[in-house]
């Protein structure tokens, strides 16, 4: 858990080097994964490099529709991990970062990747109830009746599910784009409930966490994020209903 908890790798890449012996504590082999050590005191190196020494990493990207979150994907899909060996010229390529939960291939917007993993994990933990916005284009339109169906609770196999903060943002000839705002973070819970009210959902955009907006990222852009918003995001700030 050491390895990973310095934001160097995954607990199962951090098993393989461990097994390879690879890494070192205090100038010792280890090969055994389960084995406990103190960050604070014992010095950790893999392949001979200083693990303290590795910087931690925040990440905001737009991610674009077509693209999965896994680092590789069975069907030779393109992953979050191509766009960002494509990113800022291709310095980011060779990090290990882990996506701040999701988003599903046909979603796009913001989504946040990290080597911190107990900043990570603080931002994605369902107790965190930090506030996800999201504008979705739903077709046929959405009526007034729906609107408030989707307030007031739509009913989903774990329980039911609802927005925060739901309104209408504009109409267009090709459907309804409605402003949906989530404290939950159920699987595709957009998806479904549309599809319970009997909407199909043509395009989702996240565009905001927390206090972190999208902003001007075009789709495939990667940037740091600033000292600033990485504490935004700590505090978690509320969101009231609408």
């Known amino acids: 858990r050491g390895i990973s908890k ?11 080097w461990i097994d390879a012996g690879r890494v070192r504590v205090n100038g010792v082999a280890v090969r055994d994964p389960s084995r406990r050590i103190d960050l604070d005191r014992d010095r950790v190196s893999v392949d001979e490099a200083d ?3 590795i910087s ?9 529709k077509g693209i999965v979150t896994t680092r590789a994907d069975e069907h030779g899909r393109s992953t979050v991990y191509d766009v960002l060996a494509a990113s800022n010229g291709g ?19 913001l989504l946040l990747l990290t080597n911190d993993t107990q900043w990570g994990a603080g931002i994605a933990s369902p107790e965190s109830k930090i506030p996800k916005m999201y504008h979705v284009r739903v077709r046929p339109s959405l009526t007034p009746q729906d609107l408030e169906r989707l307030i007031a609770g739509v009913p989903l196999d774990e329980g039911p ?4 903060r739901a309104e209408v943002v504009r109409e267009s000839p090709r459907g309804t784009w409605v402003e949906l705002t989530l404290t939950e973070g159920k699987n595709r819970q ?5 599809a319970r009210l009997g ?9 905001r966490i927390g206090s972190l907006a999208l902003g001007d990222l075009r789709p495939g852009d990667v940037r740091e994020l600033t000292p600033d918003e990485r504490r935004g995001l700590a505090a978690r700030p509320a969101v009231t209903s609408r």
């Open 6 to 16: 310095l934001g160097l790798a995954s607990r199962t890449e951090a098993a393989g």
């Open 190 to 194: 957009i998806r479904r409930i549309c």
């Open 56 to 64: 931690p990493l925040y990440l905001a990207m737009h991610k674009p």
């Open 51 to 53: 693990a303290a020494a």
């Open 199 to 207: 909407y199909r959902v043509e395009a989702l955009v996240r565009i």
């Open 91 to 109: 310095a980011w390529g060779g990090a290990w970062v882990f996506p701040v939960g999701r988003l599903d291939r046909d979603s796009s917007g």
């Open 161 to 164: 599910a609802a927005p925060i």
